[in-house]
């Protein structure tokens, strides 16, 4: 089998097995190369339904999401907004979603300094709901956020989080020739003690 399949990508990018973490956090990974096939209505409402049960600081949900599909309008701002990078690869995701956070809590009008951090928490539950149902996403910090903002009118109480490809995963080979390799290459992360301390610094120990 080649190694640019994608059976075999999906193979190579999911995390090594460890023991009592769930798999579906195990198998999430951003691919770059998107099917061209669509995303149905009914698989987009489980996905939102599964980032509105996220938590968040008093219950606030400050998180709002612009949703385009391939050949609408709102598809089309949002990926205007990304970079030339993002743009050579995302014109093969079937959605594009712009992630924003109120910052302002509605009760109060107190300012919600945890708005991106649960609009994050909301869009992590949505990412591992589309890997639950055969999908993918992509998360990216690659677009002007004056152009988003001005193109959906976005008022200024509003803090713009990120742009994410939603879809099915797709030919590598479709890809241009440096990412390619990124596509096919296992994915790392740091590990615990790097993160995870006691005292600042100090790794916690298990």
Not at 19 to 30: A, D, H
Not at 100 to 110: E, I
């Amino acid at each position: 089998m080649s190694v640019t399949t994608p059976e075999a990508v999906e193979a190579t990018k999911h995390a090594p097995p460890v023991p009592g973490v769930e798999e579906n956090i195990l198998r999430r990974w951003s691919p770059r190369a998107f099917a061209d096939r669509e995303v149905s209505a009914e698989q987009l409402k489980k996905l939102f339904e599964a980032a509105r049960w996220a938590a968040s600081s008093y219950n606030e949900q400050p998180w709002r999401f612009l949703v385009g599909r391939k050949g609408d309008e709102t598809y089309r701002k949002i990926f205007d907004s990304l970079i030339e990078f993002n743009q050579s690869w995302a014109n093969s995701a079937p959605v594009l979603m712009l992630s924003v956070g109120k910052k302002t809590f509605a009760q109060n009008g107190n300012p919600n300094h945890y708005a991106l951090h649960d609009t994050g928490a909301a869009t992590a539950n949505l990412a591992l709901q589309a890997t639950a149902s055969g999908l993918h996403t992509h998360s990216m910090a690659g677009f002007d956020n004056e152009i988003a903002r001005a193109a959906f009118g976005i008022p200024d109480d509003y803090e713009i989080g990120a742009v994410t490809a939603i879809g099915y995963l797709g030919n590598v080979e479709a890809l241009p020739d440096p990412m390619r390799k990124m596509e096919t290459s296992p994915r790392e992360r740091k590990p615990l003690q790097e993160f995870v301390f006691s005292a600042w610094d100090h790794p916690a120990q298990f």
